[in-house]
């Protein structure tokens, strides 16, 4: 029989279970674990900070009695600066409450800029030693900004790093505010320096000096001179030369200065001030038009065009024909909108019979092959399937025509110019008082403000960098108003002593309301088309008269002229205002022609400056050699495409608006801009003329050059009534039965002109007759020539 074995008892009777020993140990560890948790979380520690934040506040003495002494410590050593301290505990104790502490380590720049500041503001209270009590500590025996606050001010160290800690702090909070005025600071600078305080006190003192101590120079013979005495000698042997230099040349004297440098006008100081009265003066003293003589800001349009709505119909337009485009810009201006527009994708796609694993169709409920399209290839969209749609565009759009800009210099996208519905009206008074205006004003007198862009800014240019402008448009399109507003803006900023103009009007009534004013370099303006000539040849001898000028004082050009110590008097600019070219080569081609680009060719360097307009813009008009020499030019609108090549060398002139709307093409750019030109009304030239021609600058004399015309037209006359080349050209004649103007050139060795010239003087003495078109004319014999007839008087100039 087997054994039965017992089974052990479970031990339930005796002792205690070791599962609830373990319960026990694990209900120990988590009362210990709850306690730590309470004594860690961060509202106790946010408590804590507010709790210290409280302690450290000086007048809660009697509170804190066993930690004062540690408080007065903090206080000697910071000193007022205690209570930032205090400020920081309360808002870090604040945000580890709301659990919001991460605000503090977020921007590494605060915690910079709060120390930064922390150590300009306690240098800066180093200085002061106010008789105020913070608990026990008195900051009289200390410092307002405690001993660290002491040590920052009291050595030339401590005094560098307390500015430099400033500085830093201002550049990081406002670093837009400090990067400007970085900037600004060359210009300041210039500015205060252009005061000359030195010499000025200088000057100031040695006035007087003499004032109170006059001297006289000593005695000839005597030993030594004293200083004052040797300075007023010097003075007096300067004026007495120049005396003589009067009597001998009849020029004007050159008053002598112990200070020269003082009576030279500083080119960095501001082209323009303003006196005591709020009048408008000139670097050089004169009293300038004020800006109320122009029309303020013209009003807006009424009914302006939805651009939103324009702009999806261009890409419906353009998605129509199957070209992909995406307006991505909008620029209003003035009369034309610009909608910039990014070209799209052409993209080729396939359809591909979706099979399955076994490589056979799929078939869908409808018993179909299923089919899927994918791409094949993806090309940009041309920019000439753009612009080869734009009398569709213009049809859609509802508009008279749109110009397309391909591309937009500068920017990846092309510009659609579509006209506004409502234009509103370019004042030069808005250009002029507009911030890139003032900025050019000042380095410029001769500074253009010619209108807005297509995005409503102003465009401002410097004649002295144009050189030459060449003006061309059809009548009514805008050109004599941009003359009147050119010479407008110049009149409202130079004085006549810092410009001058020179006027030809043949048509007579353009430039006619500017006749009385002082600028003018001659009495009148020139309307008669027989003193053309002899006015340009005039302006030919002023411009060799000054680059003799530069060459004695070993100068460059106007503007190292006029800076230079050594120049006697200022030289003014000259503009060369010509309004009807055509008129100008009917009368007289070959001489206008010659002297406009001698001027514009070597003119540019003393000063002299030429606008030329025209309303015939052809070939035979604005020939190959003035248009390369004029690289500036504005084009109005034309009634042709080939007038557009004739004055840009490009088209998009004949789809212009008119009334002011043009292309710009400046010296440095590729393509021209698209403006709406200043608008100047005929009463604001009528109050500007007023103002010039008032009775207070009647009294002073201003120099004309009527002299220059009388020795140019004496030159010319003698020019043609001592002809050598006649009596040449007559003999050359005799020897042959027909003669040519080539022939004369070829055998004389002569120009074009001057042969020409010799060719109407041999027809009017009757040794040749008339032209026959074909370029030769007959020769007849001495004996049976007709009878003589004397030249024309006007063929002798």
């Not at 303003?274 to 003066?281: P, Q």
């Not at 579509?418 to 500074?447: D, G, W, Y």
């Not at 061309?472 to 050109?479: E, F, P, R, Y």
């Amino acid at each position: 029989m087997a054994a039965r074995t017992r089974a052990k008892p479970s031990g339930r009777g005796k002792g205690k279970s070791p599962v609830k020993a373990v319960g026990k140990r694990r209900s120990g560890q988590s009362a210990y674990q709850t306690l730590h948790d309470l004594l860690i979380r961060r509202e106790s520690m946010g408590i804590v900070l507010v709790l210290l934040a409280l302690l450290a506040v000086p007048w809660l003495v009697p509170f804190t009695a066993g930690l004062a002494d540690a408080r007065n410590r903090f206080v000697e050593t910071f000193g007022i600066l205690i209570f930032g301290w205090i400020a920081l505990l309360l808002f870090s104790g604040w945000l580890v409450i709301r659990d919001e502490q991460s605000v503090l380590w977020r921007d590494w720049r605060a915690p910079l800029i709060a120390t930064l500041a922390g150590v300009f503001v306690i240098g800066l209270f180093g200085f002061f030693r106010p008789e105020w009590s913070l608990g026990d500590v008195s900051l009289s025996t200390h410092t307002a900004g405690g001993d660290f606050g002491h040590r920052i001010a009291a050595n030339p160290i401590g005094v560098l790093v307390w500015l430099v800690a400033g500085i830093a702090a201002f550049a990081f909070a406002f670093p837009q505010m400090a990067a400007a005025m970085v900037q600004n600071s060359p210009e300041a600078a210039r500015r205060v320096w252009g005061w000359q305080l030195p010499q000025r006190a200088a000057h100031n003192s040695r006035r007087a000096f003499e004032f109170i101590f006059p001297t006289r120079p000593a005695p000839k013979g005597s030993a030594k001179m004293p200083l004052e005495s040797e300075m007023w000698a010097r003075a007096s042997s300067a004026t007495a030369e120049a005396d003589v230099d009067e009597d001998e040349e009849q020029e004007q004297p050159v008053q002598a200065s112990l200070f020269p440098e003082l009576e030279q006008v500083d080119e960095d100081a501001p082209s323009e001030t303003v006196d005591e009265s709020g009048n408008r003066r000139s670097r050089d003293g004169w009293q300038l038009p004020s800006m109320d003589v122009l029309k303020d800001k013209a009003p807006p349009p009424i009914g302006t065009s939805d651009n939103a709505q324009r702009a999806a119909l261009i890409e419906e337009t353009l998605a129509s024909f199957g070209v992909d485009v995406k307006v991505v810009q909008v620029n209003e201006g003035p009369t034309v909108t610009q909608f910039g527009i990014e070209p799209g994708w052409e993209i080729k796609t396939r359809t591909v019979i979706e099979r399955d694993k076994d490589n056979k169709p799929i078939i869908d409920s409808s018993g179909k092959q299923q089919t899927r399209t994918e791409e094949v290839s993806r090309t940009r969209v041309r920019v000439q399937q753009i612009t080869s749609l734009a009398n569709d565009m213009a049809l859609a759009l509802a508009a008279p025509s749109i110009r397309i800009e391909a591309p937009v210099p500068g920017k990846p996208v092309l510009g659609i110019e579509v006209p506004n519905t409502s234009k509103s009206l370019v004042t030069l008074r808005s250009v002029v008082e507009s911030q890139s205006f003032q900025k050019a004003a000042q380095k410029s007198k001769i500074t253009l403000a010619l209108g807005q862009s297509v995005s409503g800014e102003p465009v401002v240019a410097d004649l002295a960098r144009m050189p030459h402008l060449l003006i061309a448009g059809s009548t009514g399109s805008g050109k004599s108003v941009c003359m009147n507003a050119i010479i407008s803006c110049i009149l409202m900023h130079a004085s006549p002593s810092e410009v001058r103009f020179v006027m030809i009007d043949p048509k007579r009534v353009e430039l006619s309301a500017f006749g009385p004013i002082p600028h003018l370099a001659f009495s009148n303006i020139v309307v008669e088309m027989d003193k053309v000539v002899g006015t340009l040849q005039a302006v030919i001898h002023e411009m060799e008269s000054r680059y003799r000028k530069f060459a004695a004082i070993a100068v460059r050009n106007i503007d190292g002229y006029n800076r230079s110590p050594r120049s006697n008097d200022k030289m003014p600019y000259w503009v060369v205002v010509i309004d009807e070219l055509a008129d100008l080569m009917m009368a007289a081609p070959f001489e206008v022609e010659r002297q406009i680009c001698r001027l514009a060719q070597l003119a540019r360097a003393t000063g002299i400056h030429l606008i030329v307009a025209t309303q015939r813009p052809s070939v035979d008009v604005i020939t190959g050699l003035i248009k390369a020499n004029f690289p500036t030019r504005i084009a109005f609108a034309v009634s042709s495409q080939v007038d557009s090549r004739t004055i840009l060398d490009m088209s998009g002139a004949e789809k212009l608006l008119g009334r002011g709307d043009m292309l710009y093409m400046a010296p440095d750019a590729a393509k021209p801009k698209r403006l709406q030109g200043v608008y100047v009304s005929d009463e604001e030239i009528e109050r500007l003329v007023d103002f010039w021609t008032q009775e207070r600058f009647s009294d002073i004399e201003r120099p004309t050059y009527d002299h220059l015309y009388d020795e140019a037209k004496a030159e010319l006359e003698q020019e043609g009534a001592s002809d050598d080349m006649f009596e040449r050209a007559k003999e050359l004649a005799f020897e042959h039965n027909r003669i040519s103007t080539s022939l004369i050139q070829r055998r004389l060795r002569l120009g074009y002109p001057r042969a020409a010239r010799l060719m109407d003087m041999l027809e009017a003495e009757g040794v040749v007759g008339p032209n026959e078109g074909g370029g030769s004319r007959q020769v007849f014999n001495p004996d049976d020539k007709p009878p003589f007839t004397a030249p024309p008087d006007e063929l002798r100039f």
